[in-house]
Every structure is written in C-alpha cells, then in structure tokens.
C-alpha cells in the first residue's frame, strides 16, 4: 500500500498535478494513437496502389488467399513477391516504411508542441498575471488585485485567493498605518505637552512644587505608558507573538468578577447588567486577555451608551465553539463605519466622540485578543437600538462540563 501510494500519490482532480498530468498524458497518447493510425492508413494506401498493379484476376486471388494466408503461403509468397517491393521486407533504414515514420514523427513534433503549449496557456497566464500583480505590489501598489483564469487548476485559484486576500491585508495594514501615525501623534502630544507645560510651570515657578503637581504630571505620563502598552500588544497579536496563558476556567465566574470590577461606574450610570450565561460553559483559553475583553466591551458601553441605561451579555455553546454577546441600548454606529470599528484610534465623531475619552484602541486589543485564540470579534447594530459585540471563540478553546 505504501508502495502504490508512493508511486501514484493520490490528488484532487483539479490539483495541479492532476490538471498538468492529465493534459500532458492525453497528449502523448493522442501523438502515439495519431502516428498509429496514420501508419496503417500508409500501410493500407500503399498494398492498395501495389494491388492496382495487378490484374482484375491476380488481384481477385491476392485477396482470396489472403483470406487463408497459411494455407496458401508458397502461393501467395510468390505473388507478394511479384508485385510487392522487397525492400519493404528488410529491417534496415532502406525500407522505405522507416522513411514514412520519420516524416510522420517530424509533422506531429511542432503539432504537439502547438498543442501543448495551447493547453498550458491557462497555467502560464494565470502565473504571468500574479507576477505582474506581485510586481505592482511590491512597487507598493496595494490595491492591486488579480483576475482568476476560470479553466486554471483548483490550485492556482486558491494561490489567486490567498494572494488577493493577502493585497486586502496590506492595503488595510498601509491605511491603518497612515491613519494610525496621524492618530498617534495627536494622542502622545496632547498629555506630553500637558506634562512638560507643568514641568516648565514649575521650573519658572509659576506653579508651585507640590504633590498636587507632580501627581497631574505622573497621571499625564501614565496615560503615555498605557497607550505605549495598548500599541504594543496590539502589535504582538498582528505579529501572531501575544503570549497566552491557556487554562480552563468557568466562564460565568469571569464574567461576574469583571462586572464587579466595573460596578461602581455601573451603579453611577445607572445600569444594572442583564447576564444570561450557561452555568456549565467552560472555557480554556487565557482567562486575563478574554476578562480583558469583557472590559474593553463593558467600558465601550459606559463610554458611549450609558444613557440607554442597558448592558446585556449573554453567552451560549455549540459543537462550533463558544459566543459571548454584549449588547447596549445606546446610539449603535453608521453602517457604514461598522467594518472600521476594530481599526486601531478609530472613532465615529457621532456616536463615538472623542470628548467621550478613551484612545480608540479598546476594539482593535479587543479583536487582536480574539485572533489570538484563533477566534472572533464581530460588531453590528440592534435591530432595536444600540450596538451588540459578538466574541467568538472556537472549538479548540472550549470545553463544556455539562
């Protein structure tokens, strides 16, 4: 078995393999069957004409001797020899059947290669256009996509696939970094200036040297360093390098410890959360970045729903993995700026303004936790009102008790 399987290894019918070997294979057997059949049509032609030498009456006999060739072999020998070119008989390059080999094999090789090359055009345009998309992209033409060559093999339509999605990528990552850069100097120089203002009050003595004052100056740099650490994390989970502490835990227990954490603001607010989670909903995963998103999410509603007066979450199992769904009653967002809201500094100026605080990255840490754990986050709007943020995490991160 291992032998077979190394010898014809088993492919998909639209695999590479499949599609090159295929076409190859039909070709040279349709050049030996063409170079067969042109030979007998030689072979017949050539007695025909030979037999068109002989009388009605010999010929007449030929063909009824040949009918019982080795009972009239001395017979027919005789005629054969009569009318039939002894050449034809010998094995040497002389016999002019060699000749008519020769000429047939030289008019079907520049046939096989036009074929060949006919039915490889699929192939090579379809590498021809991802080169020169390969070489738009790397002139730093992002958004640069390649069309799909419909009779290419399975195979190259996937590396089509994977290459667009990889210039969709690219061209987010190019946009998010220019945005991003923008952002971040807006979001560094408003407490540094803040800070060395103080500073330099303090130097001219135009603001006294008190704890009051260094305190201001302390929370204005401990803003920096959080959003120097936000940056940082979100980065390491793009780079696929986020540390992860895997372990099982009851996820009903993590979800109330961070609404207690929160109920102070909560309880000003006037929100009182709603939980509707399974009991027996087990998660292994990295309980401190998956509370850490049940925080960013929590926050998100206090920072910008608070007057829907409603926080919802709700948390259910299937074969597929686990959701955990936190909703509001709050404004909700654009349709049109959904898709943007896990991008990182990103802020609607309607419902998500920037007076509201917070530095824009709580989604994007939130999204970039989630892909970590090879899982999910998805935003939408209500149909009711407000806005409902879905965690998905799957099947290899949960596992149920119940």
């Known amino acids: 078995m291992k032998l077979r399987t190394l010898l014809w290894p088993r492919r998909r019918p639209g695999s590479l393999w499949w599609w090159f070997g295929l076409r190859m294979s039909a070709l040279a057997v349709g050049t030996v069957l063409a170079v067969a059949i042109g030979m007998w049509a030689y ?3 050539a007695d025909t004409l030979t037999l068109r030498q002989a009388p009605p009456e010999t010929r007449q006999e030929i063909e009824r001797l040949r009918e019982d060739p080795r009972g009239n072999e001395p017979r027919l020998w005789e005629l054969m020899e009569r009318y039939h070119n002894i050449e034809r008989f010998g094995p040497g390059l002389t016999n002019p059947d060699w000749l008519m080999l020769a000429v047939m094999v030289v008019v079907a090789i520049p046939v096989v290669i036009l074929v ?7 192939l090579s345009r379809q590498f021809v256009l991802i080169a020169e998309a390969a070489r738009r992209v790397s002139e730093g033409h992002f958004g640069n996509r390649v069309d799909a ?19 969709t990528r690219l061209q987010q990552y190019e946009r998010e970094v220019r945005d991003s850069s923008a952002m971040l100097a807006h979001e560094l120089r408003t407490p540094l200036n803040a800070a060395m203002g103080r500073v330099q009050g303090m130097m001219d003595e135009v603001f006294p040297l008190e704890q009051d004052q260094l305190g201001a100056i302390l929370r204005q740099l401990e803003q920096i360093n959080r959003l120097v650490g936000d940056l940082h994390l979100v980065s390491l989970a793009r780079a696929g390098q986020l540390p992860l502490e895997m372990d099982s835990f009851p996820l009903q227990e993590l979800i109330a410890e961070r609404l207690e954490w929160a109920a102070a603001d909560l309880d000003r607010a006037g929100i009182k959360p709603v939980v509707s989670a399974a009991t027996h909903i087990q998660l292994y995963a990295d309980r401190d970045r998956i509370g850490q998103v049940l925080t960013i999410l929590v926050e998100n509603v206090l920072r910008y729903a608070a007057r829907g007066k409603t926080l919802e979450i709700d948390a259910n199992s299937t074969p597929l993995g686990t959701t955990i769904t936190v909703s509001d009653h709050g404004p909700g967002v654009a349709p049109e700026h959904l898709p943007a809201m896990l991008d990182r500094f990103w802020r609607a100026e309607t419902s998500r303004a920037r007076h509201s605080g917070g ?3 709580g989604l994007a840490i939130a999204a970039a936790v989630c892909r970590a754990h090879g899982g999910e986050l998805e935003c939408g709007n209500r149909s009711a009102g407000g806005l409902i943020v879905s965690v998905r995490l799957p099947t290899r991160t949960f596992v149920s008790t119940g």
């Not at 399975?154 to 990889?166: C, I, K, P, Q, S």
């Open 149 to 167: 060559v419909t009779t290419a093999p399975d195979e190259l339509a996937g590396l089509v696939r994977n290459f667009n999605d990889m210039t």
């Open 359 to 361: 530095s824009g990255l």
């Open 116 to 122: 060949g090359l006919w039915l490889s055009r699929p």
């Open 43 to 45: 072979f017949d032609i």
